[in-house]
Protein backbone atom coordinates (compact mmCIF):
# COMPACT_ATOMS: atom_id res chain seq x y z
CA UNK A 1 0.00 0.00 0.00
CA UNK A 2 3.03 2.71 1.09
CA UNK A 3 4.53 1.74 -2.21
CA UNK A 4 1.84 2.08 -4.59
CA UNK A 5 0.92 5.56 -3.06
CA UNK A 6 4.87 6.01 -3.31
CA UNK A 7 4.51 5.32 -6.92
CA UNK A 8 1.89 7.56 -7.60
CA UNK A 9 3.88 10.45 -5.77
CA UNK A 10 6.64 9.78 -8.21
CA UNK A 11 4.87 9.34 -11.00
CA UNK A 12 2.98 12.84 -10.68
CA UNK A 13 5.87 14.50 -9.67
CA UNK A 14 7.94 13.34 -12.84
CA UNK A 15 4.20 14.80 -14.46
CA UNK A 16 4.66 18.14 -13.02
CA UNK A 17 8.49 18.72 -13.57
CA UNK A 18 7.61 17.23 -17.48
CA UNK A 19 4.81 20.27 -17.49
CA UNK A 20 7.27 22.91 -16.16
CA UNK A 21 10.01 21.93 -18.73
CA UNK A 22 7.22 21.48 -21.47
CA UNK A 23 5.93 25.21 -19.82
CA UNK A 24 9.82 26.54 -19.98
CA UNK A 25 9.97 25.43 -23.73
CA UNK A 26 7.00 27.13 -24.25
CA UNK A 27 8.07 30.56 -22.52
CA UNK A 28 11.17 30.43 -24.46
CA UNK A 29 9.55 29.97 -28.06
CA UNK A 30 7.33 32.87 -27.31
CA UNK A 31 10.39 35.00 -25.77
CA UNK A 32 12.20 34.39 -29.32
CA UNK A 33 9.25 34.68 -31.38
CA UNK A 34 8.49 38.04 -29.99
CA UNK A 35 12.06 39.22 -30.05
CA UNK A 36 12.45 38.51 -34.14
CA UNK A 37 9.03 40.05 -34.21
CA UNK A 38 10.60 43.22 -32.64
CA UNK A 39 13.61 42.77 -34.79
CA UNK A 40 11.02 42.37 -37.82
CA UNK A 41 9.14 45.62 -36.75
CA UNK A 42 12.21 47.66 -36.22
CA UNK A 43 13.22 46.62 -39.73
CA UNK A 44 9.96 47.60 -40.83
CA UNK A 45 10.10 50.93 -39.52
CA UNK A 46 13.85 51.74 -40.48
CA UNK A 47 12.72 50.63 -44.14
CA UNK A 48 9.37 53.29 -43.50
CA UNK A 49 11.43 55.86 -42.22
CA UNK A 50 14.30 55.48 -45.38
CA UNK A 51 11.16 55.64 -47.70
CA UNK A 52 9.80 59.08 -46.12
CA UNK A 53 13.45 60.45 -46.40
CA UNK A 54 13.92 59.58 -50.22
CA UNK A 55 10.51 60.73 -50.44
CA UNK A 56 11.05 64.28 -48.64
CA UNK A 57 14.20 64.49 -50.43
CA UNK A 58 13.08 63.59 -54.02
CA UNK A 59 11.09 66.75 -54.62
CA UNK A 60 14.25 68.82 -53.61
CA UNK A 61 16.20 67.10 -56.28
CA UNK A 62 13.39 67.68 -58.90
CA UNK A 63 13.63 71.79 -57.97
CA UNK A 64 17.10 71.75 -58.23
CA UNK A 65 17.77 69.96 -60.76
CA UNK A 66 14.84 72.52 -62.79
CA UNK A 67 16.33 75.42 -61.43
CA UNK A 68 19.72 74.36 -63.21
CA UNK A 69 18.09 73.50 -66.56
CA UNK A 70 16.47 76.89 -66.72
CA UNK A 71 19.56 78.45 -65.77
CA UNK A 72 21.10 76.69 -68.77
CA UNK A 73 18.17 77.91 -70.70
CA UNK A 74 18.76 81.44 -69.46
CA UNK A 75 21.95 81.64 -70.40
CA UNK A 76 21.67 80.37 -73.50
CA UNK A 77 19.19 82.53 -74.76
CA UNK A 78 21.08 85.51 -73.87
CA UNK A 79 24.06 84.43 -75.76
CA UNK A 80 21.60 84.05 -78.44
CA UNK A 81 20.65 87.55 -77.87
CA UNK A 82 23.81 89.13 -77.57
CA UNK A 83 25.06 87.09 -80.78
CA UNK A 84 21.79 88.50 -82.55
CA UNK A 85 22.59 92.28 -81.42
CA UNK A 86 26.14 91.59 -82.93
CA UNK A 87 24.92 90.53 -86.01
CA UNK A 88 22.52 93.09 -86.61
CA UNK A 89 24.78 95.94 -85.45
CA UNK A 90 27.23 94.65 -88.61
CA UNK A 91 25.46 94.29 -90.92
CA UNK A 92 23.60 97.66 -90.41
CA UNK A 93 27.12 99.17 -90.33
CA UNK A 94 28.53 96.93 -93.37
CA UNK A 95 25.25 98.67 -95.35
CA UNK A 96 26.43 101.63 -94.06
CA UNK A 97 29.37 101.26 -95.40
CA UNK A 98 29.11 99.84 -98.97
CA UNK A 99 26.33 102.93 -99.27
CA UNK A 100 28.97 104.92 -98.03
CA UNK A 101 31.83 104.36 -99.55
CA UNK A 102 30.46 102.89 -102.86
CA UNK A 103 30.77 106.73 -103.65
CA UNK A 104 34.93 106.85 -102.63
CA UNK A 105 36.27 106.71 -106.25
CA UNK A 106 33.73 109.53 -107.57
CA UNK A 107 34.88 111.68 -104.28
CA UNK A 108 38.35 111.00 -105.06
CA UNK A 109 38.13 112.34 -108.80
CA UNK A 110 35.89 115.23 -107.72
CA UNK A 111 38.24 116.53 -104.85
CA UNK A 112 40.91 117.75 -107.78
CA UNK A 113 37.61 119.53 -109.36
CA UNK A 114 37.09 121.37 -106.21
CA UNK A 115 40.50 122.77 -105.75
CA UNK A 116 40.34 123.85 -108.98
CA UNK A 117 36.97 126.00 -108.72
CA UNK A 118 38.50 127.08 -105.16
CA UNK A 119 41.77 128.83 -107.62
CA UNK A 120 39.37 130.26 -110.10
CA UNK A 121 37.34 132.12 -107.29
CA UNK A 122 40.52 133.01 -105.63
CA UNK A 123 41.61 134.61 -108.97
CA UNK A 124 38.44 137.12 -109.41
CA UNK A 125 39.63 140.66 -108.35
CA UNK A 126 35.73 141.87 -108.80
CA UNK A 127 33.48 139.36 -106.25
CA UNK A 128 31.11 141.35 -107.73
CA UNK A 129 31.48 140.29 -111.45
CA UNK A 130 28.64 138.11 -112.84
CA UNK A 131 30.70 135.11 -113.77
CA UNK A 132 32.13 135.38 -110.15
CA UNK A 133 28.44 134.62 -109.22
CA UNK A 134 28.10 132.02 -111.58
CA UNK A 135 30.94 129.98 -110.62
CA UNK A 136 30.39 130.57 -106.52
CA UNK A 137 26.79 129.03 -107.55
CA UNK A 138 28.01 125.77 -108.82
CA UNK A 139 31.12 125.67 -106.67
CA UNK A 140 28.24 125.65 -103.46
CA UNK A 141 25.72 123.29 -105.29
CA UNK A 142 28.86 120.96 -106.09
CA UNK A 143 29.71 120.86 -101.99
CA UNK A 144 26.18 120.35 -101.14
CA UNK A 145 25.76 117.62 -103.11
CA UNK A 146 28.99 116.09 -101.93
CA UNK A 147 27.87 116.52 -98.69
CA UNK A 148 24.68 115.28 -98.52
CA UNK A 149 26.94 112.36 -100.10
CA UNK A 150 28.79 111.77 -96.92
CA UNK A 151 32.26 113.71 -97.85
CA UNK A 152 32.85 116.58 -95.59
CA UNK A 153 35.98 118.89 -95.53
CA UNK A 154 39.05 117.69 -92.60
CA UNK A 155 38.93 120.81 -89.63
CA UNK A 156 42.58 121.96 -89.82
CA UNK A 157 41.67 125.86 -88.82
CA UNK A 158 45.10 127.81 -88.34
CA UNK A 159 45.92 127.57 -84.01
CA UNK A 160 44.40 123.99 -83.82
CA UNK A 161 46.04 120.61 -82.57
CA UNK A 162 47.92 118.99 -85.80
CA UNK A 163 46.43 115.24 -85.70
CA UNK A 164 48.39 112.74 -88.08
CA UNK A 165 45.51 111.39 -88.41
CA UNK A 166 44.20 113.65 -90.35
CA UNK A 167 46.86 115.80 -91.06
CA UNK A 168 50.41 115.78 -93.18
CA UNK A 169 52.72 118.55 -91.83
CA UNK A 170 54.44 118.98 -94.91
CA UNK A 171 56.73 121.60 -93.08
CA UNK A 172 57.39 122.62 -89.48
CA UNK A 173 58.86 126.00 -87.93
CA UNK A 174 59.01 127.61 -84.55
CA UNK A 175 56.62 129.93 -84.07
CA UNK A 176 55.96 133.07 -81.15
CA UNK A 177 52.48 133.15 -82.37
CA UNK A 178 51.55 129.25 -81.59
CA UNK A 179 53.13 126.43 -79.08
CA UNK A 180 54.68 123.15 -80.76
CA UNK A 181 51.89 120.61 -82.53
CA UNK A 182 50.02 123.59 -83.65
CA UNK A 183 48.83 124.34 -86.83
CA UNK A 184 50.17 127.61 -88.08
CA UNK A 185 49.84 127.37 -92.01
CA UNK A 186 46.88 125.59 -94.52
CA UNK A 187 48.57 124.74 -97.42
CA UNK A 188 45.84 122.11 -98.74
CA UNK A 189 42.56 121.26 -97.62
CA UNK A 190 42.04 117.43 -97.12
CA UNK A 191 38.70 115.59 -97.34
CA UNK A 192 36.96 112.38 -95.51
CA UNK A 193 33.95 110.01 -96.64
CA UNK A 194 32.51 109.28 -92.94
CA UNK A 195 35.46 108.38 -90.98
CA UNK A 196 38.11 107.08 -94.14
CA UNK A 197 40.34 110.05 -94.74
CA UNK A 198 40.27 110.61 -98.99
CA UNK A 199 43.05 112.95 -98.50
CA UNK A 200 44.94 114.90 -95.52
CA UNK A 201 45.36 118.43 -95.36
CA UNK A 202 48.80 119.54 -95.87
CA UNK A 203 49.25 122.14 -93.02
CA UNK A 204 52.61 123.61 -91.41
CA UNK A 205 52.89 122.84 -87.77
CA UNK A 206 54.76 124.75 -85.26
CA UNK A 207 57.51 122.95 -83.41
Partial sequence: MIK?????????????????????????????????????????LDSVEGNDENIDSEPAFQIKKMESQLKEQEEAFLRLSAEYSNFRRRTTEEKESIGLYANEKVMNELIPVIDNMERALESFEDKENP????????????LDAL?????????????????????MAVMQEPSEDYEAGKITLVLQKGYRLGKKVLRASMVKVSN
Fill in 4 to 44: SDKDRLEKGVYVLDNEKKNNVEELEEDIKDNSQTEDLNEEE
Fill in 147 to 167: AKAGLEEIPSEVGSDFDHNMH
Fill in 131 to 142: LYKGVELVYKQM
